[in-house]
């Protein structure tokens, strides 16, 4: 499963730092530019979660092989994109059915103890940014060929039917997966509030493992099933989890929404150097997922203490990147950021996985990425009107989401505490 990951990553950084110059080529205007990708995003925002649900539903092995043969589909229509009408349909595809990463991750948690989840999450993100980190280099030294942006997006539809070989030829052993997941929820003594709620309405729908499914059954059957539990997961208690990954992920992305121009107008220094910047701090943040091993067993496992103790760290080196009066300080913020971030990344995943159960891991995994989108959306609006005000703006806004989030999870730290120890791995 790393190594599909790595490829998928890999292909789509390809192309994507390349489209903005494609469309623009075949004569789009920036507003119409604009609009197709605001589509996508938009497409992600309400695809995500459907798609992970379906995933719970039908299994991971034909869930996982369609979206990876819609995309080469989408990416091979984008290699005949000639027009922007086609260019806009050949978006429509990945749109809907880009999640085979959303995917991956839940059939690992299908596949490992909740006690090893975050270690493999980890090497997974780690697997998957270093395809991140090496395919806008080979995409920017092909698009310097003749026909070099068709030919990148046709070498990315094949990169992704070698990943559906490579998915077709695992190991497949749903059933056996999905009847020990059944055996251990068994076995679970403790409970506590979130989890309950969300079993409550999930269990008329997780009744049936996701390999009994057949992926064949009438198509009415699946759609109500899979908005049965939506609606199973709207009516859990699982808000404060979603929210502080959404103000999260906001922070985020702000820190990195103006962060050339800010260095520029702060600086002086050129973009070359806000890029190298960002290189290394992709680079740092795959050798953060390496090391979450021996992290979380120094936290003995406590993926909530390791959680919070991170988006503090966050909020702190957001704000001195955002009080730094020297270009050392940005560098030295921007080395622990690239720690931090991927390990919060990575707990609040399995905060969301251990809290609302694995029997539906597909489903809340496509739940967050959904949130995740509406951060993507919101994000740009906050960065344009902060930088209004300061160059250091965003940043400001980032500190103060962060210590919101902070917040939460301090205000609900009870709902994963019992007798001063948080319980959230199963011993």
Not at 25 to 44: D, E, N, R
Not at 109 to 114: F, T
Not at 185 to 192: A, E, I, P
Not at 271 to 285: H, N, Q
Request: hydrophobic share 45%.
């Amino acid at each position: 499963l790393f190594l599909p990951s790595f490829q998928d990553l890999f292909g789509v950084s390809m192309v994507v730092p390349l489209m903005n110059l494609h469309i623009k080529s075949l004569g789009a205007s920036p507003t119409v530019a604009g609009i197709i990708g605001s589509l996508y995003g938009i497409m992600q925002l309400f695809s995500s979660t459907f798609v992970g649900c379906w995933s719970d539903i039908v299994g991971r092995r034909y869930s996982l092989l369609a979206c990876i043969l819609l995309s080469a589909l989408g990416y091979f229509l984008l290699g005949t994109s000639t027009t922007v009408f086609l260019f806009a349909i050949s978006r429509v595809p990945v749109g809907i059915f880009k999640h085979t990463l959303s995917i991956s991750k839940a059939l690992l948690s299908d596949l490992v103890s909740e006690r090893d989840r975050p270690l493999v999450m980890g090497r997974f993100n780690a697997a998957s940014s270093v395809g991140f980190i090496l395919g806008p280099v080979v995409g920017g030294y092909l698009t310097e060929l003749e026909g070099g942006f068709y030919q990148t997006s046709f070498i990315c539809a094949s990169i992704f039917l070698l990943n559906a070989g490579l998915v077709w030829m695992l190991p497949w052993s749903e059933e056996n997966t999905g009847n020990r997941k059944h055996e251990q929820s068994k076995k679970r003594t403790d409970s506590f509030s979130a989890k309950a709620n969300y079993d409550l309405h999930l269990k008329p729908v997780t009744n049936g493992a996701v390999a009994s499914d057949s992926p064949f059954q009438s198509p009415w059957v699946q759609t109500a099933t899979v908005l049965k539990r939506i609606k199973g997961i709207a009516c859990s208690d699982l808000w404060d989890i979603f929210l502080v990954r959404l103000l999260m992920s906001v922070a985020i992305l702000l820190y990195y929404s103006n962060f050339s121009l800010a260095l520029e107008e702060r600086f002086g220094v050129k973009p070359l150097f806000s890029g190298y910047l960002m290189s290394y701090s992709s680079a740092l943040g795959v050798l953060a997922g390496c090391l979450l091993g021996p992290i979380t067993r120094l936290y003995q496992h406590n993926t909530y203490r390791l959680l919070l103790h991170s988006s503090t760290f966050t909020c702190t080196l957001i704000l001195l990147y955002a009080s730094a009066l020297s270009i050392w300080m940005v560098i030295l913020s921007s080395t622990f950021l690239a720690f931090s971030t991927t390990i919060g990344r990575t707990c609040i995943i399995d905060l969301e996985l251990t809290i609302g159960g694995s029997e539906a891991s597909g489903t809340l995994l496509g739940v967050g990425q959904s949130v995740t989108s509406v951060g993507r959306i919101i994000a740009p609006l906050l960065s344009g009107i902060a930088q209004e005000f300061s160059p250091c703006g965003p940043p400001s806004v980032a500190v103060a989401l962060a210590l919101v989030a902070i917040l939460i999870m301090n205000i609900n730290k009870q709902k994963y505490c019992s007798n001063g120890n948080v319980k959230l791995k199963n011993q």
